[in-house]
């Protein structure tokens, strides 16, 4: 049941990225680097997160891939180099989990976290973090959005993919 849970996250974690990228393409630049009280600052602080974050755990991961300096490093200034790298990224990580096998769930991660503080945790835990992590950073994306005046963005309930998968 775990490869299959995983498999679906990885899917709705593309499919939820490519609908919110829709949503702030929508604004004009100045409006998505907007300080909004938002953790990271604005809308594009805070989709330049995700994907730092997310080249942080790939490289953990796989042992491959960039090495962001800092957790609210910009690493995209321009929103279409932003919103080409995520697609990027986001179809590097549906790869990298659905070519997994149910075994290397398992596999034990030993990685160091921002501060240099060292931790140990199962691939499927990290896998669910990574996740997780997006579809909470996407939520206050979601709320910058509506503080911009997007009145209703694109819903980003998993619900709303399973329904549409059949």
Same mark, same amino acid.
């Given at each position: *049941?775990?490869?299959?849970?995983?498999? %679906?996250?990885?899917?709705?974690?593309?499919?939820? $990225?490519?609908?919110?990228? @829709?949503?702030?393409?929508?604004?004009?630049?100045?409006?998505?680097?907007?300080?909004?009280?938002?953790? /990271?600052?604005?809308?594009?602080? @805070?989709? $330049?997160? =995700?994907?730092? @974050?997310?080249?942080?755990? *790939?490289?953990?991961? @796989?042992?491959?891939?960039?090495?962001?300096?800092?957790?609210?490093?910009?690493?995209?200034?321009?929103?279409?180099?932003?919103?080409?790298?995520?697609?990027?990224?986001?179809?590097?990580?549906?790869? /990298?989990?659905?070519?997994?096998?149910?075994?290397?769930?398992?596999? *034990?991660?030993?990685?160091?976290?921002?501060?240099?503080?060292?931790?140990? %945790?199962?691939?499927?835990?990290?896998?669910?973090?990574?996740?997780?992590?997006?579809?909470?950073?996407?939520? %206050?994306?979601?709320?910058?959005?509506?503080?911009?005046?997007?009145?209703?963005?694109?819903? =980003?309930?998993?619900?709303? =993919?399973?329904?549409?998968?059949?």
């Amino acid at each position: *049941m775990l490869k299959p849970h995983l498999d %679906q996250l990885a899917a709705y974690n593309r499919w939820a $990225n490519r609908r919110i990228y @829709t949503d702030a393409a929508s604004l004009p630049d100045a409006a998505r680097k907007r300080p909004l009280g938002l953790f /990271f600052g604005s809308v594009h602080g @805070t989709l $330049n997160h =995700l994907l730092v @974050t997310d080249y942080i755990w *790939m490289r953990r991961f @796989t042992g491959d891939g960039p090495q962001p300096e800092r957790l609210n490093q910009i690493l995209h200034e321009d929103f279409d180099e932003l919103r080409a790298a995520r697609e990027r990224l986001d179809e590097r990580i549906l790869a /990298f989990v659905t070519g997994l096998a149910t075994a290397d769930y398992e596999r *034990m991660l030993d990685y160091k976290n921002s501060t240099g503080k060292t931790f140990r %945790q199962s691939l499927a835990s990290a896998l669910t973090h990574l996740f997780n992590h997006q579809a909470h950073h996407r939520g %206050q994306v979601n709320a910058g959005l509506t503080i911009l005046g997007i009145h209703e963005p694109a819903s =980003l309930d998993l619900l709303v =993919l399973q329904r549409a998968s059949g």
